[in-house]
């Protein structure tokens, strides 16, 4: 663990060389985070392209499970290169993670979907997505370390925050790019091919990316230790193989960053994909909210980092997962009201609800893609809910009851499959679906959201808010994780918290969120993943959770 040093720092104030490290750091991981969420921008588009083989629902999740999959890697890749930047320098380790995810990303741009290839080309859109995985999973801790080891002590709050950014400003680059190409090409053209265009732009990126780092020296207090050869031989067993260090790895993932990974999701992808899918504002209109609350909320990652440095890491860190734990319900509900004020409106006045025996229920999400959820009424009825993305409270029955859904006071039998068979059956459920629709429309339920009539100050006020949260949970984090750990394996011990605590309890949450929806047709029901987990960490954190923001990192 680093040591205590209240005294004034060590380290002279910053020069020239220390903001180029700062730059040339933060330019490269802003091109890994453009690289990586990408892919979750254009998750709807994705889902059409290479998941085409499967119902729309399901294709959604399977498209969000690909995301979630360089997710699931990134504590692999923070282990592997966790284990190079600590035995052979944290500079050529970044070079490295680079170019995989620079070769991996235009490799997306370039291959070919579902219509073309077939079954070949979501496995290999996924196989991409892990080895994207495993470069971040070595990028991230290599920058961070690679910054903090460069800063004044009593500026490293602020320092690293540049780094926080990367991951918000590679988001807004993606955005942009996105926006860009849609304007510039139309809309059906940008779903048909013109989303490739984001993916094979990056090649430019990763050149000059690869240009400013190759102009860097190794840290400092890296080479420091290698030339008094006080390096570890075996960071890994050293960081995680006795309890000293590896008790502070879990102090870690449980007491910070968990909870700081599912806000940081919750507030800039959970809230896109909610407006998208859930209440139903075009894509292009959706990333143009997210984009200028990116812009507003972005500086206050370096405020956060800064203010760390005054008053310490763990307050603004626990204070942010605890705001978000309680004001997500109230946030997304008035996130209904200002984006679709028809919907928000129809579910307090014409609330659906869903009359059937759950016992005769499939979970409305298909792996394989086999079920066409046609065998059971109450599949019938729900599937066709959750495909609308409207939300519905379930009304138990007795056994064998047909299902019903409920639309205000009118109600509509689903066919009974027991009944009609084949052609009969379809017809029947076209007919059920056309007759709900119709008793939707009546009811106020909008097809997708107006544009004029959404509130758009008001939504990019609550979008801002979440993004605020983000700031303030992101921005010291960095900061904290590299002061909790020794020179001698401190790459290898704060990547792997990082990577588990945002590889999964962030990464997974798009899709875990999603599939909670479609199991209880309750559209805020998502939710309750995120406020666990920020619920638990700020439990964790205030028990066991070390204040470090006085630690001199150079022992």
């Not at 990082?498 to 047709?521: E, K, Q, R, S």
Request: charged residues 15%; aromatic residues 12%.
């Amino acid at each position: 663990m680093a040591t205590t040093n209240d005294a004034m720092p060590k380290h002279h104030a910053a020069t020239g060389s220390e903001k180029k490290v700062i730059l040339a750091s933060s330019l490269g991981t802003v091109f890994e985070w453009y690289d990586f969420y990408l892919y979750g921008l254009l998750a709807t588009v994705i889902s059409a392209q290479f998941f085409s083989g499967v119902n729309e629902t399901t294709g959604f999740i399977f498209a969000l499970g690909a995301f979630a999959a360089g997710f699931a890697v990134r504590p692999f890749g923070a282990l592997v290169f966790g284990r190079l930047g600590d035995l052979v320098g944290r500079k050529y380790t970044f070079l490295v993670t680079m170019g995989l995810m620079g070769f991996a990303t235009f490799t997306v741009g370039i291959l070919p979907n579902y219509a073309s290839i077939g079954v070949a080309a979501p496995i290999m859109l996924v196989l991409l997505r892990l080895l994207q995985g495993l470069a971040l999973g070595g990028e991230y801790g290599g920058a961070a370390t690679y910054v903090a080891e460069h800063a004044p002590n009593h500026k490293r709050g602020l320092y690293t925050s540049f780094i926080q950014t990367t991951a918000t400003l590679g988001l807004f680059a993606a955005l942009l790019v996105v926006i860009g190409t849609r304007t510039m090409i139309g809309e059906d053209a940008f779903k048909d091919w013109g989303w490739r265009v984001p993916f094979l732009i990056s090649v430019l990126l990763l050149g000059v990316s690869l240009w400013i780092r190759m102009q860097l020296q190794e840290s400092p207090v890296f080479q420091k230790m290698k030339e008094e050869g006080t390096s570890s031989k075996a960071p890994i067993s050293e960081a995680f193989g006795n309890w000293k260090n590896g008790r502070f790895v879990l102090i870690a993932l449980l007491g910070a960053v968990a909870g700081q990974a599912v806000v940081w999701y919750t507030g800039q992808f959970y809230a896109l994909f909610f407006l998208e899918k859930m209440l139903m504002v075009d894509g292009a209109t959706t990333n143009i909210l997210i984009a200028i609350a990116l812009a507003i909320g972005t500086p206050f990652f370096v405020f956060f980092g800064w203010l760390s440095d005054k008053i310490g890491r763990k307050p603004i860190i626990l204070a942010g997962c605890a705001l978000a734990a309680l004001t997500y319900f109230p946030a997304f509900h008035a996130l209904t009201e200002a984006a679709n004020p028809a919907l928000a409106k129809a579910q307090a006045t014409a609330p659906v609800s869903v009359v059937v025996n759950d016992n005769e229920c499939s979970v409305q999400f298909d792996p394989v893609g086999r079920n066409k959820f046609d065998s059971m009424s109450c599949d019938i009825a729900k599937s066709f809910l959750a495909k609308g993305g409207i939300s519905y409270s379930k009304v138990e029955a007795p056994a064998g009851t047909v299902a019903e859904i409920r639309i205000g006071n009118t109600v509509l039998t689903a066919p009974d499959p027991a009944k009609v068979k084949g052609d009969e059956r379809k017809a029947a459920i076209a007919k059920f679906q056309d007759e709900a629709r119709a008793a939707l429309a009546k009811a106020g339920y909008p097809a997708k959201a107006n544009p004029d009539e959404i509130n758009t100050p008001v939504v990019i006020a609550i979008l801002t808010y979440l993004v605020l949260l983000v700031t303030a949970v992101y921005g010291p984090i960095a900061a904290l994780l590299v002061e909790l750990f020794p020179t001698r394996i401190r790459y290898t011990a704060m990547s792997l918290p990082y990577h588990i605590g945002n590889g999964w309890f962030g990464g997974f949450l798009p899709t875990t969120a999603f599939a909670m929806v479609a199991a209880t047709g309750d559209i805020y029901y998502g939710l309750w993943y995120p406020i666990i987990v920020a619920g638990a960490t700020v439990v964790i954190g205030l028990m066991f959770l070390p204040e470090t923001f006085r630690r001199n990192i150079d022992s």
